[in-house]
């Protein structure tokens, strides 16, 4: 069963980022399931974040076949002529189609609302974690970091920094080469279980496993590999936002 969650942006003035849902899904076998998450609950309390049209009802369980379409709308479709390009872009290979692999690296981003899609951070027997992810925020970047971004090399280490005054979310983890240009972000929704685990064992590698040039869009441009370690005692994502407000049936 793979895991990916669901995350809804409020309006302004926050901007607030809430984890709301939760997919689980066994392609092999046909089935898919969503539910949503306590951080359903505190989206609807503190921004007043409605149910989502495609599953409207908070305490129900959606299961499925086929990829419900909200998330199947939010891959490039393997019939288009740059589908393989496409996949060169995300790191996979010219046979994996699977559209939870994809998600899992772009978010599932669109213009057109204010949701994103991340997968379930998995830690090892030793505690140790690995994800994926496309730098975040390099528009917002100085032109010098972004001449930087353009040298960059595959396999190039990354420093890993924690902000504590980002105007924008204020806790941020900011990533930047080796001489100091800093050049974007972690996605904002990792950075609590990221920090959770910088608190326990303080090292956080990243690197970069992926230079797209154009015609690549800008948020397509690095995707970048970040390894940690987590203590015994924190399983990643697993506090209440995370948790499914309706259990397996």
């Known amino acids: 069963m793979k895991t990916l969650f669901l995350a809804w942006q409020a309006p302004e003035p926050t901007r607030a980022w809430f984890p709301i849902g939760r997919l689980d899904a066994a392609?092999?076998?046909?089935?898919?399931r969503f539910r949503y998450t306590g951080g359903a609950?505190?989206?609807?309390?503190?921004?007043g974040m409605a149910p989502l049209v495609a599953f409207p009802d908070f305490q129900r369980q959606y299961e499925s076949p086929e990829l419900f379409p909200l998330f199947?709308?939010?891959v490039l479709s393997?019939?288009?002529r740059d589908f393989s390009e496409y996949l060169g872009w995300l790191g996979l290979d010219?046979?994996?189609g699977d559209p939870i692999a994809m998600l899992a690296v772009t978010g599932g981003e669109r213009t057109t609302d204010n949701l994103e899609v991340f997968p379930k951070v998995e830690k090892d027997a030793d505690g140790a974690f690995k994800l994926r992810f496309f730098l975040h925020g390099m528009r917002h970047v100085s032109s010098a970091a972004r001449e930087r971004c353009a040298r960059l090399q595959e396999n190039e280490?990354?420093?890993v920094m924690v902000e504590m005054d980002n105007p924008v979310t204020r806790l941020a983890?900011?990533?930047h080469t080796d001489d100091y240009h800093m050049i974007g972000w972690a996605p904002r929704y990792l950075v609590s279980d990221l920090m959770h685990s910088v608190s326990e064992s303080p090292i956080l590698n990243a690197r970069v496993i992926k230079i797209n040039e154009g015609p690549a869009p800008l948020n397509r441009r690095v995707l970048v590999e970040?390894?940690?370690c987590a203590g015994d005692d924190f399983e990643p994502m697993t506090s209440p936002d995370f948790r499914p407000l309706i259990q397996e049936t």
């Open 27 to 32: 392609p092999d076998q046909n089935y898919y």
């Open 41 to 47: 609950l505190q989206a609807h309390s503190q921004s």
């Open 72 to 74: 199947k709308n939010r």
């Open 78 to 80: 393997s019939s288009r």
């Open 94 to 96: 010219a046979s994996n």
């Open 157 to 159: 280490p990354l420093r």
């Open 173 to 175: 983890l900011a990533l």
């Open 226 to 228: 970040m390894r940690g």
